[in-house]
Nanobody, 124 residues
Framework: QVQLVESGGGLVQAGGSLRLSCAAS????????MGWFRQAPGMEREFVAA????????KYVDSVKGRFTISRDNAKNMVYLQMNSLKPEDTAVYYC?????????????????WGQGTQVTVSS
């Protein structure tokens, strides 16, 4: 079965950094667009970043451009999200997701597989 498992979340002060990891299994990893989404309490899940399977094309939501970097290692079936200059408004549960078609990468409902999420809390 397909599994996506996030790790690396935690509590950090504003201005600090965290690196999230997502380990994928049960799928041909390199053929999938991998995305990161986040959801704060009472809010809808929102797109954060995505990276194509082989070409390495990336997409970011405007609010994280210049602060967050998505990367992947297809040999290890891993995708990462390096988060720098964190702000309290970045506080959310962060999810990784896999999208086979890779068309509308900013749209939550386009992704086929989801992890369980990892909590990121940024204190002021």
């Amino acid at each position: 079965q397909v599994q996506l498992v996030e790790s690396g979340g935690g509590l950090v002060q504003a201005g600090g950094s965290l690196r999230l990891s997502c380990a994928a299994s049960g799928l041909t990893f390199s053929t999938y667009v991998m995305g990161w989404f986040r959801q704060a309490p009472g809010m809808e899940r929102e797109f954060v970043a995505a990276m194509s399977g082989r070409a390495g094309n990336t997409k970011y939501v405007d609010s994280v451009k210049g602060r967050f970097t998505i990367s992947r290692d297809n040999a290890k079936n891993m995708v990462y999200l390096q988060m720098n200059s964190l702000k309290p408004e970045d506080t959310a549960v962060y999810y990784c997701a896999a999208d086979y078609l890779g068309r509308l990468v900013e749209i939550t409902t386009e992704y086929e597989y989801w992890g369980q999420g990892t909590q990121v809390t940024v204190s002021s």
